[in-house]
């Protein structure tokens, strides 16, 4: 078997050269629906953070015991039991915004972002490797919710984390807020980190 | 085309003088003339009547929009093009027949950054991002109105037609198709045919319309299928709710006379892209269109509906052109 990478490597990874949305194109569901406001986008972020790091240091620590056959179905049901705690939590603290994202918490239980990172590092290292794997990846997931929500909504409201940035007179681009901005804006921006990095 | 360069090279290397053969496939009789220059050419001959019409009803605002949205359009060609790393080419008309088409679909009152906007998303989202002219899947002029008229409901809907206060008379009034969406009133036909009402910036006057559009009809710019089946679908869809409500034809007149119907079906939805190949097809697709347009008209909170139809059309089109593939002779 190849060796592993450490976990320095597998925080400073998560970040940008593997971003989960720009390099690797995974959850890109919630990119899609929330990001239409930071404020979503931040709590998504957190949301998002907290199932990773607990799902991978659980997977992390159960991984001698899991069955080939079986794995999916113990990270769904592990990463299901923090999404349900995130859910909860977001409704009883933060009630406008748990309506606000509506379903897409409780979908970050089919995010492949998470199971994904169960596969690939948590089920195979150590407890502290996974857990940076999960923080690099949630920066990068973070990162790049911030980055297009920063558009959309500054673009669609000219408000900037629900303050106002743009002049008065600002027109805002309703179609930014509406789900077709988000597809123009993740592809302009995927555009333009692919051409970056070529650049290079 | 790699593999003819290739053998083109084994050729010269070995320094066999032998005859130089082209090898092209069929057909092999072709118009030179007709070249994608010369159609752009065509279309802007053809909207001269509409863009005379528009600059005579609705003098300063027509010039305005036809400004921005020509000067707009060819600066982002200019800049797109240069983004992809391939040749600029304004010199075949293209951008600027997109500039006219998208300035003369706007609303006369329409601010400058509407226009710009939609003409930077019609050429950068539209066409080169898709792979330049020829490639793109959505008519752009048509991407880049839809694109600020759901940004700018405020500034771009029905009620932004009607200004007052200005030297422009057409101005003053509600646009004939929000005027019968919203109260049910039908204008006179000979209003609607000369085009003294308001409304986009083209559209009003049918008869500039159907000038254009015979002559491109004519000169085989554009397919006479599209714009016959589209008109046709819509007056025989218009004659139910007219014979429904006694209005004795004066209501398909308003459909077919009224609203973007005459200047779509002629200039928007004949682009050579984003239609079908086959002369099938085209009807196909000019039906289609033409009942989107009266499903839109009729029961949407749009007053008109041709911009979304001839779009949804454009996306069905590579489903079309399966469906309409024609048989070879000796095929069953």
Partial sequence: ?200 | MIKAAERQQTVTTKDIPSPEIHVAPSPHLGNTHFSTRRMMIDVLIALVPAMGMALYLFREYALRQLLIGIGACLVSELIFVRLRGTNVSLKDCSAAVTGVILALSMPPTAPWYATAIAAVVAIGLGKILFGGLGMNIFNPAMVGRAFVMISFAGVMGAGAYEATGTLVDALSQATPMNAFKQAGVLAPVPQLFWGLTNGSLGETSAVACLLGGIYLCVRRTASWEIPVAMIATVIVIASIPDMAGYHGGRLIMHHVLGGALLFGAFFIATDPVGSPLTPKGKTIFGIGAGALVMLLRLYSGYPEGVMFAVLLMNAVTPLINRWTIPRTMGEY
Wanted: positive net charge.
């Fill in chain 1, 1 to 200: 078997m190849a060796e592993q990478p450490t976990a320095l490597e597998r925080f400073v990874q998560g970040i940008l050269p593997e971003n989960p949305v720009y390099r690797q194109l995974i959850g890109l569901c919630p990119i899609l629906a929330i990001t239409n406001s930071m404020q979503a986008a931040v709590t998504m972020a957190v949301a998002v953070t907290f199932v990773l790091v607990c799902a991978n240091a659980v997977i992390s620590l159960i991984r001698p015991l899991l069955k080939p056959h079986l794995r999916i179905v113990i990270f769904t049901l592990t990463i299901a039991t923090f999404v349900t705690i995130a859910d909860r939590v977001l409704a009883a603290y933060l009630y406008q915004m748990s309506k606000t994202l509506g379903p897409y918490i409780p979908l970050i239980i089919v995010n492949c972002l998470i199971i994904c990172r169960c596969e690939v590092c948590a089920s195979k290292q150590p407890v502290f490797t996974a857990v940076s794997d999960a923080v690099g990846q949630s920066i990068g997931y973070g990162l790049a919710l911030a980055s297009i929500a920063c558009v959309r909504e500054v673009l669609g409201t000219g408000m900037f984390f629900g303050m106002r940035v743009m002049p008065a007179a600002w027109p805002d681009w309703s179609v930014m807020v509406l789900p077709p901005g988000g597809f123009i804006v993740f592809g302009l921006l995927l555009g333009t980190a692919n051409w970056i990095s070529n650049r290079r």
